[in-house]
């Protein structure tokens, strides 16, 4: 990345959009703090005033969610993958069951709890990674390409329950 600079006000979605190389993941992984931005040109990333190069990028202040076009689950249960952040947080149990429960049921999967990743299409387990994603309440939510590997229905009926929770 080369002279790149850009405020994104609370609230706001934006979307970047380019050819394969042009730095579209190089800014996700900068925000995550998976690479640091280059001193000597003065690169920085702050969260409200705070700078992202201070903390390491496990840090919970520093509140950032990541779903990755690749969905990555655990092999426990849909309640398990969305509880794992939250339990990691040190959530009380009764906050981290009522959470899940919602976040299962805003991506339409409350019925579905008990079940394994490798029980479920596509489609619904990136559901799970968004709900996982979302679940604790990111200060910023960082999608690549979430639903580019799903056949084309399941891009449209993911879409609006991506929508769903982008209001939520």
Same mark, same amino acid.
């Given at each position: 990345?080369?002279?790149?600079? +850009?405020?994104i ?18 800014i ?12 000597k ?5 702050l969260?409200d005033?705070?700078d ?12 950032? !969610?990541?779903?990755a ?14 509880a794992?952040?939250l339990?990691? @947080? ?18 339409k999967l ?7 990743p ?6 619904q387990?990136?559901?799970? !990674?968004?709900?996982?994603?979302v679940?604790k309440?990111?200060?910023?939510? +960082? ?7 799903? @056949?084309?229905?399941?891009r ?5 329950e991506?929508m @769903?929770?982008q209001?939520?």
């Open positions: 990345l080369d002279g790149v600079s +850009l405020s006000q609370p609230g706001a979605k934006v979307a970047f959009i380019g050819r394969v190389g042009s730095g579209k993941s190089t996700q992984r900068l925000v995550m703090g998976l690479y640091q931005p280059n001193d040109d003065g690169g920085a990333v969260l005033g705070i992202l190069r201070q903390l390491d990028p496990a840090d919970v202040r520093r509140n950032i !969610a990541h779903v076009q690749d969905v990555m689950l655990f092999h426990g249960s849909l309640r398990d993958n969305i794992f952040g339990k990691q @947080d040190g959530m009380a149990k009764s906050e981290i069951d009522d959470r899940v429960n919602s976040m299962l049921k805003l991506v409350d019925k579905f709890g008990k079940r394994k490798h029980q479920l299409s596509g489609g387990r990136q559901r799970v !990674a968004l709900a996982r994603a679940a309440r990111p200060k910023v939510l +960082l999608l690549d390409e979430p639903l580019g590997a799903l @056949d084309k229905k399941l449209e009926e993911t879409q609006f991506l @769903d929770l209001q939520e």
